[in-house]
């Protein structure tokens, strides 16, 4: 599977972006999807993630209550909605798959990722 994150853009502090990731190749409706970010000089950090069915998901602590994942299977598509973005929400964010369906916190559950897109939140 390949992926292709895109929606990313500028946003003042307090507003919102829904950030998009296409799957294309092989099957996505059995695969875990995520998404993680990197702001500059940090490592790759944990957003969030979403199981194959939608049934479940998981947040970093300080997107809980701001951001929403979600995906359409018939769609191939994953989607990261981000309500009342901070400044310190600014970093890259990267959308990853984890085609053997569990997913996870650790980068090295995801055996592929998207080119990422950029965020900045502006005051």
């Known amino acids: 599977v390949q992926l292709q994150a895109s929606g990313g853009g500028s946003v003042q502090a307090g507003g919102s972006l829904r950030l998009s990731c296409a799957a294309s190749?092989?099957?996505?409706?059995?695969?875990?999807m995520a998404w993680f970010r990197q702001a500059p000089g940090k490592e790759r950090d944990f957003v969030a993630d979403i199981s194959w069915s939608g049934g479940r998901t998981r947040y970093e602590d300080s997107v809980k209550g701001r951001f929403t994942i979600s995906r359409d299977n018939a769609k191939k598509t994953s989607y990261l909605l981000m309500n009342s973005l901070k400044l310190e929400d600014t970093a890259v964010y990267y959308c990853a798959a984890d085609t053997k369906g569990y997913g996870g916190y650790g980068l090295g559950r995801y055996d592929t990722w998207g080119q990422g897109t950029l965020v900045t939140v502006s005051s």
């Open positions: 190749g092989r099957t996505f409706s059995r695969d875990s």
